[in-house]
């Protein structure tokens, strides 16, 4: 029997566990560090994500079969580097392939390299040169931080005065540390966004299913960008042209059609070979085996589509949905990954899956913590409930630890099903914040509503 970590300690890498769970294969799970809802399907271990050397300690002497890394951070940090020198097998690309999402900067070129069509750019080490560009240029645009900002370096700017102290945050005040030190300012692209998954094993790209995360802390796309406060799954991709994929409609076949189903895993693969493949090929040019997981972030442009960035790792909240669409064994189709022989995608069902973040008071800047559950542990049928920011205090209660608290999971024959399903959460822990709106975009009515507020939140 198999002995897997995963490193980590999101709802996603809950997630993982809960789906590798299933396994026939798998004896053990480990988790690095975990949460208190990893330690019901896995076994916690006391060793932070960023600890490269620790993980490798741990893995190599407890003879781990296959390391996942849940977050960016390791990845950059070159911990895949480190596991395989040691000879173990890991799903995650070493540092050099990671800076795809480390370097925004990096990507950018990369993208410029490979022809996968993305937004203009330009990138700057100072803030005076960064000032100057901005006096000639058209508003809105984007400034982005270079480097790694937990999701939250990216400012759209609607003006002069806006872009201008978008630079002074991250430059001169340098609110995001490091990650600030260089900058990308570039055009703003309209449209709705989408997530596109793929498993890759150094020569190309196998999808998951599309999904759409929302960023925003509140209805209506409003309040400060977070880390995402929730997401559905599939996104279907409805229109097409001979020569590119064009611009994609939202719309969720209601009914589990085949024939739609098919036809948006067709235009699925056509986005993998036209924004996937390329920088997969491209990165092995560059002498750099890409082998992991990369996300590309989409926006669905009159234009058709263009890469907003690329993650180097699986998305949270998007993972919390897609895990439970995958059918059968996820295992197998990791090791291909980590051995550079994967050959297809898992199967999916036809099913959706929709995921609402319960998350802390104060979040994203402060969040509160040690507060108390009421209703955990009592999930409905067609519910998940995947843990983040959650603990055990010496009690052994379980009590809120972090920003984003807990990812609530429905699922259904459609994505309505899915909503409904997840809004009837029967728990709650003090002044909780969550969107009333997920999957909005793929509703029939484009309801920005979840169910009634007495529904959603016990008494």
């Given at each position: 029997?198999?002995?897997?970590?995963?490193?980590?300690?999101?709802?996603?890498?809950?997630?993982?566990?809960?789906?590798?769970?299933?396994?026939?294969?798998?004896?053990?799970?480990?988790?690095?560090?975990?949460?208190?809802?990893?330690?019901?399907?896995?076994?916690?271990?006391?060793?932070?994500?960023?600890?490269?050397?620790?993980?490798?300690?741990?893995?190599?002497?407890?003879?781990?079969?296959?390391?996942?890394?849940?977050?960016?951070?390791?990845?950059?940090?070159?911990?895949?580097?480190?596991?395989?020198?040691?000879?173990?097998?890991?799903?995650?690309?070493?540092?050099?392939?990671?800076?795809?999402?480390?370097?925004?900067?990096?990507?950018?070129?990369?993208?410029?390299?490979a022809n996968v069509p993305t937004a203009w750019y330009q990138a700057f080490d100072d803030a005076e040169s960064a000032r100057r560009f901005l006096a000639a240029a058209d508003y809105p645009l984007v400034v982005k931080a270079d480097g790694l900002a937990a999701g939250k370096g990216v400012v759209i700017c609607r003006s002069r005065e806006e872009a201008l102290a978008a630079i002074k945050d991250l430059m001169v005040d340098r609110v995001h540390g490091v990650a600030g030190d260089r900058i990308v300012v570039e055009e703003f692209l309209s449209g709705p966004e989408m997530s596109l998954m793929a498993l890759v094993d150094g020569r190309r790209g196998f999808a998951l299913p599309p999904s759409q995360d929302h960023k925003r802390l509140l209805d209506g796309d409003k309040g400060?960008?977070?880390?995402?406060?929730?997401?559905?799954?599939?996104?279907?991709?409805?229109?097409?042209?001979?020569?590119?994929?064009?611009?994609?409609?939202?719309?969720?076949?209601?009914?589990?059609?085949?024939?739609?189903?098919?036809?948006?895993?067709?235009?699925?693969?056509?986005?993998v070979a036209r924004l996937i493949d390329p920088v997969v090929r491209t990165l092995a040019e560059m002498g750099m085996s890409y082998r992991g997981i990369l996300y590309a972030g989409l926006m669905l442009t009159s234009d058709g589509p263009k890469v907003l960035e690329f993650n180097c790792r699986l998305g949270d909240p998007e993972t919390q949905v897609l895990m439970p669409l995958i059918q059968g064994d996820l295992l197998p189709y990791l090791e291909a990954v980590a051995a550079g022989e994967l050959d297809d995608a898992p199967p999916v069902t036809t099913r959706a899956a929709a995921g609402v973040v319960l998350a802390a008071p104060g979040y994203p800047d402060e969040p509160c913590t040690d507060s108390r559950f009421h209703g955990l542990g009592h999930t409905p049928e067609n519910m998940l409930v995947f843990h983040a920011g959650t603990r055990r205090n010496q009690e052994g209660e379980v009590v809120t630890a972090g920003g984003r608290v807990l990812t609530v999971v429905g699922t259904g024959a459609d994505v309505g099903q899915a909503v409904e399903s997840a809004y009837r959460f029967p728990l709650w822990f003090d002044r909780m914040q969550f969107r009333t709106d997920i999957a909005w975009q793929a509703r029939p009515d484009k309801s920005r509503r979840g169910m009634a507020e007495t529904e959603l939140v016990p008494a």
């Open positions: 029997m198999k002995r897997i970590l995963i490193v980590g300690s999101g709802a996603r890498e809950h997630a993982i566990a809960w789906k590798l769970r299933q396994s026939p294969e798998i004896g053990e799970i480990f988790v690095a560090p975990g949460n208190a809802g990893t330690d019901e399907v896995a076994t916690n271990v006391a060793v932070t994500a960023g600890d490269v050397a620790g993980i490798t300690r741990f893995a190599d002497e407890r003879q781990i079969d296959l390391t996942l890394i849940g977050p960016e951070a390791p990845l950059a940090a070159g911990v895949s580097d480190a596991l395989q020198d040691k000879g173990l097998r890991v799903v995650g690309p070493n540092a050099g392939a990671a800076r795809i999402e480390s370097s925004k900067s990096f990507a950018k070129d990369v993208m410029r390299r400060p960008n977070t880390g995402g406060m929730g997401a559905y799954a599939p996104v279907p991709l409805v229109a097409a042209t001979a020569s590119d994929v064009a611009h994609p409609s939202l719309g969720v076949p209601s009914d589990g059609d085949p024939q739609a189903v098919q036809m948006a895993h067709r235009l699925t693969e056509r986005l």
